[in-house]
């Protein structure tokens, strides 16, 4: 009987002397100085460098993206150049973190609405030139104004060196995106000045020969560790005396699960509100997000252009991002509306075919389908096709479940014109969608300009999403780093929604309430043309990029020591996109 309960019960010997390890090294870690910080992050920007092309290479082949094709440039992308970009942010804050000096060369105004907004991107003239026309804004919570800025900004840093008291954060990773679990350690480990033990997700678990290699600067000085496992792993990790707080990236079913317990028992305790989980936790976590298509007199080449776009949105990563587009609103009478489905199937038609590659994802395709007696479907050559399902008021399933895979909703709306579209769009996404991480909003410069930009402004401000997007897809803020990332303050423990608190933040802002990105309407040289001052072509981001995997691989390396001397071959393969 013995030797059975021997064999069937888990050795986690490991994983507690990786917790001792770290017990032991936290301290240290939280009390190493500034500098110390800037030559680890240095240093692990050298040894990504050596991974790069393997972990993007290996993350394509395991993502089925065919051979040769550009889609593999989004595993640069989405995986080095968004960790290298993270390396600098970081460098930057912490060699100016002695009076929060930092914060000095970021230009600061008042909203609409009169919040404090900091604009993050761009600041640098790198940004200005390869992220051309594109602009970020975090919208600071009430209590924060200029004045008092700095006081609610890396305030982990206020405490004096040698008066910080160690800890342990597990972060339980993500298995979509690359970059996400390393963006979290960052977060703990110089934001909170954590010891971390990371638990890869079993779905890119492969990843973690690249990350121990990336990475090695903080586990060697016993301030990460990272393991491999499923659910038992993490239930053993998530309850542990070692562990002092929890981050998790994923479902909010998972989230749930880990405070509350599991089915029956996780209903109970939700309804007495007594969480098995006492630690603190924060989360990242899926919604239903929308965008919204704001009607106006858009060219052809606009149509096609915004087709491309809105095709990214819920096909980039094919279709297993927490910020895919899941709601597609529109205007119920827009003249336009039907030539822009026929533009947005015919780019998921052409683009390269790509497989359905996250687990689960046939049965959640399907049941989505039964879920309409509408859902047609558009063709994507070798790949599953789309499911498309038109959705009428009241059907709360679909306003309800993120899906997690290649399938979109449409939702119309009627209204005499654009402004009270706008407004009953937002109040849709509000009240009906589930979660509140990113909503994206399309529209034509004019018809800003016929709203009023202060007006559009004080509308945009009812939108309560982590990351407003106008004119650009959500997940650009999740790839420029200085920008946090997370639901929109105010959910619970009881109520997670799209999860607790924000990642990444490389300016380390205490109380950001959500950020607005905002990039061109055309590319370049379309949008000179028109009179927009932009030299942004095709985004590189974009699925239908032609040179992504060329620029992904260039911009990585400019992020690694930046030189005006690699430009030209950036530029010239950005144009070429």
């Given at each position: 009987m013995n030797q059975i309960a021997t064999d069937i019960t888990p050795d986690f010997s490991a994983l507690d002397r990786d917790l001792e390890a770290l017990r032991?090294?936290?301290?240290?870690?939280?009390?190493?100085?500034?500098?110390?910080?800037?030559?680890?992050?240095?240093?692990?920007?050298?040894?990504?460098?050596?991974?790069?092309?393997?972990?993007?290479?290996?993350?394509?082949?395991?993502?089925?993206?065919?051979?040769?094709?550009?889609?593999?440039?989004?595993?640069?992308i989405s995986g080095p150049y968004a960790v290298m970009s993270a390396c600098n942010g970081l460098m930057q804050t912490l060699a100016g973190m002695n009076g929060k000096a930092f914060l000095d060369h970021l230009s600061k105004r008042?909203?609409?609405?009169?919040?404090?907004?900091?604009?993050?991107?761009?600041?640098?003239?790198w940004d200005r030139l390869l992220l051309s026309g594109v602009s970020a804004d975090v919208w600071m919570q009430s209590q924060v104004d200029e004045a008092n800025l700095a006081a609610h900004t890396a305030c982990a840093y206020d405490t004096p060196v040698d008066a910080r008291d160690g800890g342990v954060s597990l972060v339980l990773g993500a298995g979509n995106i690359a970059s996400i679990a390393p963006l979290d350690v960052f977060e703990k480990a110089f934001g909170a000045h954590k010891a971390v033990i990371l638990k890869m997700n079993p779905v890119n678990e492969y990843l973690t020969p690249f990350l121990e290699a990336a990475l090695k600067p903080l586990i060697e000085r016993d301030a990460l560790r990272i393991v491999k496992g499923g659910a038992e792993v993490g239930s053993y990790l998530c309850n542990h005396a070692?562990?002092?707080?929890?981050?998790?990236?994923?479902?909010?079913?998972?989230?749930?699960?880990?405070?509350?317990?599991?089915?029956?028992?996780?209903?109970?305790n939700k309804a007495a509100n007594t969480p098995k989980l006492t630690k603190p936790i924060?989360?990242?976590?899926?919604?239903?997000?929308?965008?919204?298509?704001?009607?106006?007199?858009?060219?052809?080449a606009d149509i096609k252009f915004q087709a491309e776009h809105l095709a990214t949105q819920k096909l980039h990563n094919s279709g297993f991002n927490c910020v895919a587009c899941q709601m597609l609103v529109l205007p119920k009478s827009w003249g336009q509306k039907d030539a822009l489905i026929d533009a947005i199937r015919g780019v998921m038609r052409d683009m390269d075919a790509r497989q359905a590659y996250y687990p689960g994802a046939a049965d959640r395709m399907a049941g989505f389908a039964d879920q309409s007696a509408n859902a047609t479907s558009f063709d994507r050559g070798e790949a599953p096709a789309l499911i498309f399902a038109p959705v009428n008021e009241g059907e709360n399933w679909f306003t309800q479940n993120e899906v997690f895979a290649p399938a979109l909703s449409t939702f119309e709306i009627e209204a005499e014109d654009a402004e009270t579209y706008l407004i009953e769009a937002i109040r849709y996404a509000n009240e009906t969608l589930h979660g509140t991480l990113g909503a994206n909003i399309v529209i034509h410069p004019r018809t800003i300009r016929q709203i009023g930009r202060k007006r559009f402004e004080e509308i945009i401000a009812d939108l309560h999403y982590g990351t407003i997007a106008v004119n650009a897809w959500t997940g650009l803020a999740f790839l420029a780093t200085a920008c946090p990332w997370g639901?929109?303050?105010?959910?619970?423990?009881?109520?997670?929604?799209?999860?607790?608190?924000?990642?990444?933040?490389?300016?380390?802002?205490?109380k950001p309430e959500r950020v607005v990105v905002t990039a061109p309407?055309?590319?370049?040289?379309?949008?000179?043309?028109?009179?927009?001052?932009?030299?942004?072509?095709r985004p590189?981001?974009?699925?239908?990029?032609?040179?992504?995997?060329?620029?992904?691989?260039?911009?990585?390396?400019?992020?690694?020591?930046?030189?005006?001397?690699?430009?030209?071959?950036?530029?010239?393969?950005?144009?070429?996109?």
């Open positions: 032991s090294g936290a301290e240290a870690w939280a009390r190493t100085s500034n500098a110390e910080r800037i030559a680890v992050l240095a240093e692990i920007k050298d040894r990504l460098l050596e991974v790069a092309e393997g972990w993007a290479e290996t993350a394509a082949r395991r993502k089925l993206i065919p051979a040769g094709s550009p889609l593999a440039g989004e595993e640069w008042t909203t609409a609405n009169g919040q404090l907004a900091v604009r993050v991107l761009p600041h640098s003239i070692a562990v002092d707080e929890v981050h998790i990236t994923g479902a909010a079913a998972s989230h749930d699960a880990i405070v509350w317990g599991p089915g029956e028992e996780g209903a109970k924060t989360s990242e976590l899926g919604a239903v997000c929308p965008t919204i298509v704001v009607p106006g007199n858009w060219s052809e639901a929109f303050p105010g959910h619970t423990l009881d109520d997670v929604g799209s999860g607790i608190g924000f990642a990444h933040n490389t300016f380390m802002f205490d309407w055309r590319p370049f040289p379309r949008g000179v043309l028109s009179g927009q001052f932009t030299l942004l072509p590189p981001w974009f699925v239908t990029n032609r040179r992504q995997h060329v620029v992904g691989r260039l911009l990585t390396h400019f992020q690694h020591k930046p030189s005006w001397l690699k430009l030209p071959r950036i530029f010239a393969n950005a144009l070429r996109g």
